[in-house]
């Protein structure tokens, strides 16, 4: 079993900048891709980020946000920059699946991940 703990989010303002973390413990995630996904109130959950052997993005986060992981922290992070109003969202991290998958579409599947957080808010103001 792994646990997942996302913090770092908030309130900020067009433009701005934010790192979520998801923090594991239980068993190492070392070779368990990472995910990151966000959710709005009655919209199906939508891919991020992932980071495995490779990383991959969402058209509309490529080039802001930058996904990396510290195995030796086992933490993971979603790095946002230049934040706009449509990025808010209740954003989860999930871990699981194939390590070397070098099919994006593999990643951006939720139901390739085994262990899911509690999310953590996102909400960008204009």
């Known amino acids: 079993q792994v646990q997942l703990v996302e913090s770092g989010g908030g309130l900020v303002q067009a433009g701005d900048s934010l790192r979520l973390s998801c923090a594991a413990s239980?068993?190492?995630?070392?070779?368990?891709?990472i995910g990151w996904f966000r959710q709005n109130p009655g919209k199906e959950r939508e891919f991020v980020a992932a980071i495995s052997w490779t990383t991959f993005y969402a058209d509309s986060v490529k080039g802001r946000f930058t996904i990396s992981r510290d195995n030796a922290k086992n933490t993971a992070y979603l790095q946002m920059n230049s934040v706009k109003p449509e990025d808010t969202a209740v954003y989860y991290c999930?871990?699981?699946?194939?390590?070397?998958?070098?099919?994006?579409?593999?990643?951006?599947?939720?139901?390739?991940?085994?262990?899911w957080g509690q999310g953590t808010q996102v909400t960008v103001s204009s």
């Open positions: 239980g068993r190492t995630f070392n070779n368990y891709a």
């Open positions: 999930a871990a699981g699946g194939s390590f070397y998958s070098t099919s994006m579409s593999y990643y951006t599947n939720s139901a390739r991940y085994d262990y």
